[in-house]
Structures are given as structure tokens and as C-alpha cells.
């Protein structure tokens, strides 16, 4: 299937275009809730929120015998955020560890959840298939119906972020300080989780229990590596996390035996894998050049301040002097012979003959003053 063949599907393909429309919403709402989660360390309260929402799945189910979204989103929501406040509770008032108290909580949930699955699949009731699906998600089954539901529910997570943006944005790196200010950081705190547990609950049913927390980390882990601002990080994350549903959602529909959920991670997985190596400033790529950089400038000082010192011991600056001399000086560090190449492109250094060097009337004020400073320094030092 050629790219016309999926923009068309995108328009016109009434399941293509509710699944590209439920896994944007979907990417938007958890990336820009990822990114406190992340900057607040709390980025795998997404995993144990997820998985402590199939109970409440199950149990929606079983009190009202319907599959209609809104009723097992508001009974994965209260699963979440029950577990939430237990895991609160027990690093509160225990001596377990946070990381602890997210193991058990996940996998007390988890395995409770799984077990009522498997007794609501032993029931006679036809009604009760397909909710395993939320173990992994079933993208293609969504109506839109349950996109307006996702769509309408992270509207309202995304106006009170906007509306506590200060407190949240407080909290995220100054908890004394918000509370030495008059805020109720315990009530922040459970209001968070609680917008962080809608997030999450609302892409169940396209990505799964399993994989859910991928889309919360993921999107802010690409977006953190970009930049330094906070604004502009929750809006990349939740661009990341809109551009992974949408290409996700995309890549599935142009294959059979492709679901949704995985590659919608995949490709979030991949914009990860991108921004760790070529975002600017923080880029291992970039990083890489500017070391590069670095060290050639090294060299090149070095060859020049070299160059100098030995022109110093003459009656004229202008003395020429082999490179082998400077080779021996610039021993363990290499690349003389580039480094006076450079320089003389720099119309620092002038070439006499194969062998010799000598240092320009600008090449002579340039190295007197990176000596000079580098004398400044060792001073300073001592």
C-alpha cells in the first residue's frame, strides 16, 4: 500500500480514521501528563496504573453486564486510582520503598485482575468476549463513539492542566517550596494522579494494559531531549504522542496481522531512539561533533602556542621551524601535520618549504594572547 492509498484510507476509511483519531487523542492526552510524571520521577505510575485498571475492567462488567466504554473507563479509573492511593499510603506510613511499593502494588492488581478475567470468560454469557482485548489493546474495534469519549474526557485532563499549570509546574520540582508558599501539596499530589489515571485509562482499549505506559514515558522521554523548557516540552510530547498514533495507526492499517497498540509503541519507541541521538544540544550525535570540535581546537592551539614558544627563543617571531620539532612537541596529541594546514587557512601560519613553518604577523598576536591567557589561568589556579 503506496502513501495515496493510506492519506485516502485517512479520510475516507471510516475504521482508519476512527482508529487515527482515538490513538492522536490517545498520544496527546498521555504525553502531555508524561511529561510531569517524568520530571516529577513518577514515570512508572503509568505501568502500575495501567495494570491495576483490568480489575476494575472486569468488575464495570460484571455490575452492569455493558461494554460500553464510558462504563469500563470509569471502572478502570477507579481501579487506578484506588491503587494509586495505596501505593501513597503504604510509602507513607511503611518503611517500603517507593519502587517496592510499586512492585506489589502492580502485581497485586494485576493478578487480581487476571483472575477475574478468567472467571467472566467461563461464563455462559456471550457478552462478557472480548475483554481481553484490553490486555493489549484492540485498536480496530474502537467506534466513534468511544472517540468522542477519549477525545471528550482528555479535553477536560488537558483544561485542568492548563488551569493548575503553576501548581503542577511547582510541585514537579519544588515540593518545600510549594508548600512553604500555602500549597495543599498532598491535595496537588492526588489531584495529578488523578488526571494521570484518566490519561491512561482512556487508551486501554487501543493499546492495552501491558503497553499503555510506553505511550506516557515514551513521548516525554523524546521531548525532554529537545529542550529546557517546560511549555515547550509538554507541547512536543504531546506532538510525539499524536504523530506515534497517527503514524502508528497508519502502518497497521497497510498490513494484515499488524496491531495497532504495538506499533503505536514501536513508533514512539523509534521518535525515542531519534531524539537520543540527534536532538540538538543534548544528542549523543551532536555531542559527538562538538567533542570532535573541541579537540581539533585543542590541536590547533596547541600547535600554534607550540610554534610560538619556540619563535619566542629567537630574535624574530618570523623563525621558521620544522614539523618535525612540533611533532615531538605535540607528542600523544597528532595531527600536526593537519593542524598546520588549518592554521595556514586561517592565515595564521606560512609554509617555507616542506619541512617549515613560521608563524604569520596575526599568527604571532593570536597565539600571544591564548599564551597569555592560558598564563592567567595556571595563576588563578594557584
Same mark, same amino acid.
Given at each position: 500500500?503506496?502513501?495515496?492509498?493510506?492519506?485516502?484510507?485517512?479520510?475516507?476509511?471510516?475504521?482508519?480514521?476512527?482508529?487515527?483519531?482515538?490513538?492522536?487523542?490517545?498520544?496527546?492526552?498521555?504525553?502531555?501528563?508524561?511529561?510531569?510524571?517524568?520530571?516529577?520521577?513518577?514515570? @512508572?505510575?503509568?505501568?502500575?496504573?495501567?495494570?491495576?485498571?483490568?480489575?476494575?475492567?472486569?468488575?464495570?462488567?460484571?455490575?452492569?453486564?455493558?461494554?460500553?466504554?464510558?462504563?469500563?473507563? &470509569?471502572?478502570?479509573?477507579?481501579?487506578?486510582? @484506588?491503587?494509586?492511593?495505596?501505593?501513597?499510603?503504604?510509602?507513607?506510613?511503611t518503611r517500603i520503598k517507593e519502587d517496592s511499593a510499586l512492585g506489589l502494588v502492580l502485581s497485586v492488581f494485576f493478578g487480581f485482575g487476571l483472575m477475574l478475567l478468567t472467571y467472566t470468560q467461563s461464563l455462559p454469557d456471550s457478552r462478557q468476549a472480548g475483554l481481553d482485548t484490553f490486555l493489549f489493546g484492540q485498536a480496530a474495534t474502537l467506534l466513534f463513539r468511544?472517540?468522542?469519549?477519549?477525545?471528550?474526557?482528555?479535553?477536560?485532563?488537558?483544561?485542568?492542566?492548563?488551569?493548575?499549570?503553576?501548581?503542577?509546574?511547582?510541585?514537579?520540582?519544588?515540593?518545600?517550596?510549594?508548600?512553604?508558599?500555602?500549597?495543599?501539596?498532598?491535595?496537588?499530589?492526588?489531584?495529578?494522579?488523578?488526571?494521570?489515571?484518566?490519561?491512561?485509562? &482512556?487508551?486501554?482499549?487501543?493499546?492495552?494494559?501491558? @503497553?499503555?505506559?510506553?505511550?506516557?514515558?515514551?513521548?516525554?522521554?523524546?521531548?525532554?531531549?529537545?529542550?529546557?523548557?517546560?511549555?515547550?516540552?509538554?507541547?512536543?510530547?504531546?506532538?510525539?504522542?499524536?504523530?506515534?498514533?497517527l503514524v502508528g495507526a497508519l502502518i497497521s492499517s497497510s498490513g494484515t496481522g499488524l496491531s495497532t497498540g504495538p506499533v503505536v509503541v514501536l513508533v514512539a519507541s523509534a521518535i525515542v531512539v531519534i531524539s537520543l541521538f540527534f536532538a540538538p544540544n543534548r544528542g549523543l550525535f551532536w555531542r559527538w561533533v562538538t567533542r570532535q570540535r573541541s579537540r581539533r581546537q585543542l590541536r590547533l592551539d596547541s600547535v600554534l602556542t607550540d610554534l610560538f614558544i619556540l619563535s619566542s627563543q629567537h630574535n624574530d617571531m618570523r623563525h621558521a621551524h620544522s614539523i618535525s620539532t612540533l611533532r615531538v612537541m605535540s607528542s600523544g596529541r597528532g595531527g600536526v601535520q593537519f593542524s598546520l594546514l588549518r592554521l595556514k587557512e586561517l592565515g595564521l601560519v606560512d609554509q617555507v618549504d616542506e619541512q617549515n613553518w613560521l608563524l604569520t604577523p596575526k599568527g604571532v598576536e593570536e597565539a600571544s594572547l591564548k599564551v597569555n591567557h592560558n598564563h592567567q589561568g595556571s595563576e588563578a589556579t594557584l
Open positions: 500500500m503506496n502513501l495515496a492509498d493510506l492519506l485516502h484510507n485517512l479520510f475516507f476509511d471510516y475504521t482508519v480514521r476512527t482508529v487515527v483519531l482515538g490513538t492522536m487523542a490517545l498520544g496527546i492526552v498521555s504525553g502531555a501528563l508524561g511529561t510531569f510524571a517524568l520530571l516529577r520521577k513518577q514515570s @512508572l505510575m503509568g505501568d502500575v496504573i495501567s495494570h491495576a485498571a483490568l480489575p476494575g475492567v472486569v468488575i464495570a462488567f460484571l455490575l452492569t453486564r455493558s461494554k460500553v466504554s464510558i462504563v469500563l473507563i &470509569i471502572g478502570a479509573a477507579i481501579a487506578g486510582w @484506588l491503587a494509586t492511593l495505596w501505593m501513597t499510603s503504604i510509602t507513607r506510613n468511544d472517540v468522542a469519549t477519549m477525545a471528550g474526557l482528555g479535553i477536560v485532563v488537558l483544561v485542568l492542566l492548563a488551569v493548575f499549570w503553576k501548581q503542577f509546574k511547582l510541585i514537579s520540582f519544588d515540593r518545600e517550596f510549594a508548600a512553604s508558599l500555602g500549597f495543599r501539596v498532598s491535595w496537588l499530589d492526588t489531584l495529578f494522579m488523578t488526571l494521570l489515571v484518566v490519561a491512561i485509562v &482512556i487508551g486501554l482499549q487501543a493499546v492495552g494494559v501491558v @503497553l499503555m505506559s510506553a505511550m506516557v514515558v515514551a513521548p516525554a522521554a523524546a521531548a525532554r531531549q529537545w529542550t529546557s523548557s517546560l511549555g515547550v516540552m509538554v507541547f512536543l510530547s504531546a506532538l510525539f504522542g499524536a504523530l506515534s498514533g
